[in-house]
Each structure stands twice: as structure tokens, then as C-alpha cells.
Nanobody, 121 residues
Framework: QVQLVESGGGSVQPGGSLRLSCAASGSIFSIYYMGWYRQAPGKQRDMVARISRSGTIGYADSVKGRFTISRDNDKNTVFLQMNSVKPEDTAVYHC???????????????WGQGTQVTVSS
């Protein structure tokens, strides 16, 4: 199994910055993709950013130019640097990983519990 633990959420004023971290642990064979989704109250969960093991990156249009995703493969950790945040960025941010556990025949999706980000003046 693979466990994901997020940290770094909190409250920030519009225009400010916040950095989220997510560390994967457990008996891991390989992590192919890591990234972040977010879910605002009453809305569906949407992809924010994701990064492959080789460094291929994708962003939602709404965060391009403001958020930066990075990854430390040696530490099985993914980061999300959030700059110039807006009230509409308020949501629960969930870390995800498409990974293969050591005892599993194939890869599957794993999710963290989520961390609240609130952007408000």
C-alpha cells in the first residue's frame, strides 16, 4: 500500500503565497505520476497540476503562471508552490499518486486526506 500525507495548507490573503507538500510512504515499487486535485464546496474535484516521474508537467488553465509543481523522486515527495492566489483558489487540496505498491501487480490511484486552503482578506 501507498500512503500520502499532505502538509502546508492554511489561510492566506489574496495575492499571497502558500506551499503544499505531499510525501508518499509505504511499500512502494514505483510512483509514475504525482500531483494535486482540489475540491471547493459544492463543486467537483478538479485537477490542479500533475508531474510524471520524468518531469512532464500539466496544469489546469486556471493556475498556469501562478502555481508551480515540483517533485523529489528520491524522497517520493511532490510540492505545489502557489503564488498570486485568488479567492477562487479556496478549496480542499488533495494529493494523488499513480503508483505501484511493491506487492501489487499493477499501478493504481492513491489519495491523501486533503488539506484546506482558504484565500480571503
Amino acid at each position: 500500500q501507498v500512503q500520502l500525507v499532505e502538509s502546508g495548507g492554511g489561510s492566506v490573503q489574496p495575492g499571497g503565497s502558500l506551499r503544499l507538500s505531499c510525501a508518499a510512504s509505504g511499500s512502494i515499487f514505483s510512483i509514475y505520476y504525482m500531483g494535486w486535485y482540489r475540491q471547493a464546496p459544492g463543486k467537483q474535484r478538479d485537477m490542479v497540476a500533475r508531474i510524471s516521474r520524468s518531469g512532464t508537467i500539466g496544469y489546469a488553465d486556471s493556475v498556469k503562471g501562478r502555481f508551480t509543481i515540483s517533485r523529489d523522486n528520491d524522497k517520493n515527495t511532490v510540492f505545489l508552490q502557489m503564488n498570486s492566489v485568488k479567492p477562487e483558489d479556496t478549496a480542499v487540496y488533495h494529493c494523488f499518486a499513480f503508483a505501484r505498491a511493491a506487492s501489487a501487480p499493477t499501478a493504481e490511484d492513491y489519495w491523501g486526506q486533503g488539506t484546506q486552503v482558504t484565500v480571503s482578506s
